[in-house]
């Protein structure tokens, strides 16, 4: 319903057609156009009056445009690691609410948080390796268990139950040069 402006006082008119928006100073585009938009505009001191439909709109070019993920893709990578919001955004290391938000579009997430999100849904075991690196001597451990496995498996109904038969040694190989990759990673930082 077009009324008076509330910043001039001035009579709104309703606009039909293509609104141009200016994205702010710093932005790789300077302006994104939308087809087919309706909003409020006063002739006299220029403010400009968007409906929920357009501004979602305005959202959506946004994060096109930032190069990070949308909310429904957000939503979509938690759900395929199979978590709950609050799983998510404590793995994330955020708040759950901060986290909810990025999911349905109220806040954005930044470009780190972004990358991180991404990283996990390439390789969703990261998250269990990232836990495992804060238990103190965790990197020794891991090291004495694939050095022993096999002597441990052959001598403790545990390990053989948890583990079936005794490894091959091209496995027991793999197994050590993963774990390896995995502290020289965490060692240089990558």
Known sequence: MVGACPVCGHQMVQCEGTYTHTWPEGSTQKEARFENAVWEA?????????????VQRIEQQRYVLEGLLTP?????????????QVAMAKQL???DKTYTRWE??????????????R???KDPDLFLWI???RIPGWQQAVEDYVAQLATVKSQSQVALAAHGEQPQATHAG???????AILAARRTGA
């Open 42 to 54: 006063c002739r006299h001191c220029g403010e400009e009056f968007l409906p929920g439909e357009l």
């Open 119 to 121: 990283i996990v849904e």
């Open 104 to 117: 349905t579009g109220q806040n954005m997430q930044n470009r780190s948080m972004d990358n991180l999100i």
């Open 131 to 133: 836990e495992a690196s």
């Open 174 to 180: 793999m197994i050590r040069a993963k774990l390896r």
């Open 93 to 95: 290391g955020v708040g």
């Open 72 to 84: 429904t893709e957000i939503k979509a990578i938690r759900e395929r690691l199979g978590l709950t």
